[in-house]
């Protein structure tokens, strides 16, 4: 009788699960919500439409901003470059501010909604700046310099733009990744796929952007090409509010930096205590207790730390939080500390990413851009090149690889995530060394032949930084979401953008050491007033050595790397390397 009922239990158990989502979600009134009528594909689909036109938007912008910089503002190369990537790399740190405020305050759902109303703002004024008579960049056909107003006016739109991805980014992906829940088993497995889609909807974008709109910029005008991002932004965003019935969503839990804050001062207080061997004697609340996020196991790392969990006194764990710290505190504390190495390490990449809509982009414009005798390539459609490159090998790896991989290695992600990011770094320094060989080729054909080579030896560098977007950028986006914790996801995916804005910023500084040490040793400087007085090939060499360097020492960090440690009642796969082998009793994590 007694084995009748366990046997009766679980089946109840388990038939609650397939019903409701115990994850701690609500749905639309804010209730448990139910897995048939939310949630999954039929909720993430319209994030995707909405993350599709918003990259629309930005790379309709970002691609040709080199361009718009030198020809309508009439920057030279150098301050264009620089202007371009201080852009880039404030639209890429924003989300830091974003992701906090999403996690902390506002929600995901909000926070999508306040920042894209801010993007709007910002794609109106600027497609108002090229149709109001006094904002209009000149008075006549042809200028030597355009008018302050306009450029004021161009400069607030973008930023009002980059204050709006800060909102958008970090809420938005982590919003979509929220519609699967990680102790379902389908859903878990649907989630590992999500950011691949996700990236594939994103690819699908900038494939339009670099086509469509830029074609439109380049033959038709700047003003229309920023009517149809506008019309695209706000369709979209209706789109987003019809699927609100559709979603689940999490509350704000407060800043996610107190608890942090607390386990340091708890474990400092400590300092003189002994650390345990034995996790009993560690303070952790019980399953019924625990009504946020999911318990996670101790770890052998950083075991400092663990003595802000000690109890001291039996009945002492109503204690502050400022004096006791749970396990799972400790760890989501172990868990940002071991992201710095990852992250920081990653720069080399981010770097070489920037090139393919900076210098790579300028090397298409002053190449020959000819198909038959009519049309004319734009320059920045180039990077077309890389969106079907991503595209392509999204959709390869997803359906050929993971399958076969999954088979061979036993890992639900077919790799681990860091192997993953690994090989699209060793795929970026070959994009470096591709491109130092052409631009090396390009100067020559261009001083012995006196004509200009054709742009489609730039197709390989672009085709190759593809492939390396396709597997570091993407696994750079499931490791900040899925390893950080589960209070912080939005902070997760602003970390993974904050690669790619800190390394615009480190490019800028590459590039003004690198010309003050050329100008001191060869009295020639790498970056001249054009291309053909320029040395990009040794800038690209000098970024494929600190690359091929760089490798090594991810390397290094990420064969030590303790992935999170999940407790649950049901097994979490994580994959290879950082699989999650979990049980009601313990959780062990196999490195």
């Not at 986006?477 to 995916?493: A, K, N, T, W």
């Not at 007085?533 to 390397?555: E, G, H, K, P, Q």
Request: charged content about 20%; some cysteine; hydrophobic content about 45%.
């Amino acid at each position: 009788m007694e084995h009748n009922k366990i046997d009766t239990e679980l089946q109840d158990s388990y038939n609650d699960q397939q019903k409701w989502v115990l994850d701690s979600s609500l749905d639309s009134k804010g209730e448990i919500p139910v897995r048939a009528r939310t949630g999954a594909w039929r909720a993430a689909l319209f994030i995707i439409a909405i993350e599709f036109s918003e990259r629309l938007s930005y790379f309709g912008i970002a691609t040709s901003l080199v361009v718009y910089l030198t020809t309508i503002l009439h920057q030279d190369l150098k301050m264009a470059v620089r202007n371009a990537n201080y852009w880039s790399g404030v639209t890429t740190l924003m989300p830091l501010l974003g992701g906090f405020v999403a996690d902390a305050y506002l929600g995901r759902y909000a926070t999508v909604l306040l920042a894209s109303i801010i993007y709007l703002m910002g794609l109106i004024l600027l497609t108002l700046s090229w149709f109001i008579p006094g904002l209009k960049p000149c008075h006549e056909e042809m200028c030597v310099e355009p008018r302050k107003a306009h450029e004021i006016a161009f400069f607030i739109a973008i930023y009002l733009i980059s204050i709006g991805t800060g909102g958008h980014k970090p809420s938005l992906e982590s919003f979509g990744a929220d519609q699967f829940e990680d102790d379902h088993p389908e859903e878990r497995k649907m989630k590992m796929s999500y950011f691949n889609w996700w990236s594939a909807g994103l690819c699908a974008g900038v494939l339009t952007a670099v086509t469509v709109i830029v074609y439109i910029e380049d033959r038709i005008g700047w003003g229309v090409a920023g009517i149809i991002l506008t019309v695209v932004m706000a369709t979209s965003l209706l789109i987003f509010l019809i699927g609100t019935p559709f979603y689940r969503y999490r509350a704000p839990s407060g800043s996610p930096l107190t608890p942090m804050l607390q386990v340091f001062v708890a474990a400092i207080a400590k300092r003189h205590l002994p650390s345990p061997n034995d996790s009993a004697l560690l303070h952790e609340v019980s399953r019924e207790e625990c009504t946020k996020g999911r318990l996670l196991s101790r770890t052998n790392n950083l075991k400092f730390l663990d003595k802000a969990a000690i109890i001291k006194n039996r009945g002492s764990e109503k204690e502050s939080p400022w004096k006791l710290a749970t396990v799972t505190k400790v760890e989501e504390l172990k868990l940002l500390i071991n992201m710095i190495p990852i992250w920081f390490f990653t720069l080399a990449f981010g770097i070489c990413a920037t090139q393919s809509s900076t210098f790579f982009i300028k090397q298409a414009i002053v190449m020959d851009r000819h198909i038959g005798h009519n049309f004319i390539v734009p320059p920045s459609s180039m990077f077309a090149l890389v969106a079907l490159s991503m595209i392509i090998s999204l959709t390869v790896y997803e359906r050929f690889l993971v399958p076969l991989l999954r088979r061979v290695t036993g890992n639900e992600r077919g790799i681990s995530i860091l192997k993953r990011i690994g090989t699209g770094m060793v795929f970026s320094l070959i994009t470096m060394i591709i491109a130092a060989l052409v631009e090396r080729k390009r100067l020559d054909y261009t001083k012995h032949h006196h004509m200009v080579m054709s742009a489609i030896w730039l197709a390989p560098q672009f085709i190759v930084i593809g492939i390396a977007d396709a597997l570091t950028l993407v696994g750079l986006q499931e490791y900040f979401y899925d390893q950080v914790p589960d209070s912080m996801r939005s902070l997760g995916i602003a970390f993974y953008l904050s690669v790619i804005g800190a390394a615009s910023f480190v490019n800028n500084l590459l590039m003004t050491v690198s010309d003050r040490l050329a100008e001191e040793i060869s009295g020639k400087s790498w970056f001249g007033k054009d291309l053909n007085s320029s040395r990009l090939d040794r800038f690209y060499w000098m970024l494929a050595a600190l690359t091929a360097v760089n490798i090594c020492f991810f390397v290094f960090v990420a064969k030590r790397y303790t992935y999170k440690n999940v407790q649950s009642s049901v097994a979490v796969a994580d994959g290879g390397d950082d699989v999650e082998t979990a049980s009601v009793a313990n959780t062990s994590k196999y490195t």
